[in-house]
């Protein structure tokens, strides 16, 4: 196995690749738009990688195969519109072991090789393909200061949260767009996270769960009382409204 896990499959995506065709780029080559995502998410799908990989690359290869991300094309800049935490989490599994070339599958939604700069980033706008809010939910930000690459994502506890609480069923998956970050701004409102600072505990991803090198995630005790008070917020009247609701039940 190369270093590349997708050498063989599709060529290089050009500039004037056309919506609906599918391609590899080195992960070095995608530019994200937004700036963080949930360390929580990212820790447990790069052990699981990192795991796959060390029992057989092959089946890493297949799993990245059936998952290729969206992409959209403006000249030689190919925007990453979904599954941040996927490739942030294949560099964080591999990069030392693969160096700077490592490959993804790619979906190219659209080529926007003709569109001005305003214009550009209006229809990622009025599309969702862009989020512009930063790890401490301020914003919009500007988009000449997003990240030049997964790497530099910014890590948002918030984000943490709304995964692991989503995970314990408090709210559906469902496709709404910026779904996890809409819960993680509920939760920024209403719980605060830091209630440990003296303690030398700044956050929920400090102190609330442990990630081990298989990608198991293990909630410790401080923990298990903020998901608790998440998950019944989850379930109030204050959260209908926010994509994947299930309410109190029966």
């Known amino acids: 196995m190369t270093q590349h896990l997708c050498d063989a499959e599709f060529p290089w995506c050009p500039a004037d690749a056309r919506a609906g065709e599918f391609y590899k780029l080195r992960i070095r080559d995608l530019s994200p738009t937004q700036f963080a995502v949930g360390k929580a998410e990212v820790a447990v799908r790069t052990g699981r990688m990192r795991k796959k990989y060390d029992k057989d690359p092959g089946k890493l290869h297949d799993y990245l195969r059936v998952r290729p991300v969206p992409i959209l094309v403006r000249g030689r800049k190919f925007y990453l519109v979904d599954h941040h935490h ?20 790619v979906k190219v939604l659209g080529n926007m090789g003709t569109l001005e700069e305003t214009y550009f ?6 599309h969702n393909w862009v989020y512009l809010f930063d790890r401490a939910g301020g914003g919009p930000q500007q988009p000449a200061t997003l990240p030049a690459h997964v790497k ?36 920024r409102t209403r719980i605060l996270l830091d209630q ?18 298989n990608g198991r995630l293990e909630v410790t005790d401080d923990g298990h009382e903020v998901i608790e008070e998440a998950l019944f917020l989850a379930a109030s009247p204050e959260a209908r409204g926010l ?6 039940g029966a």
């Not at 560099?91 to 693969?98: E, N, P, R, S, V």
């Not at 994509?243 to 109190?248: D, E, I, L, T």
């Open 86 to 105: 996927l490739v942030r989490a294949l560099y964080d599994a591999l990069h030392k072991k693969c160096g700077k070339d490592i490959c993804v599958y």
């Open 121 to 126: 980033w209006k229809t990622m706008h009025q």
């Open 152 to 187: 530099d994502l910014d890590f948002d506890p918030y984000r943490s949260l709304a995964w692991i609480v989503r995970e314990h069923h408090g709210y559906v998956k469902n496709d709404a767009p910026f779904s996890e970050f809409k819960w993680a701004n509920f939760f």
């Open 196 to 213: 440990d600072i003296l303690a030398g505990k700044h956050t929920f991803d400090d102190f609330a769960f442990e990630v081990d090198e």
């Open 243 to 248: 994509p994947g609701y299930r309410g109190g």
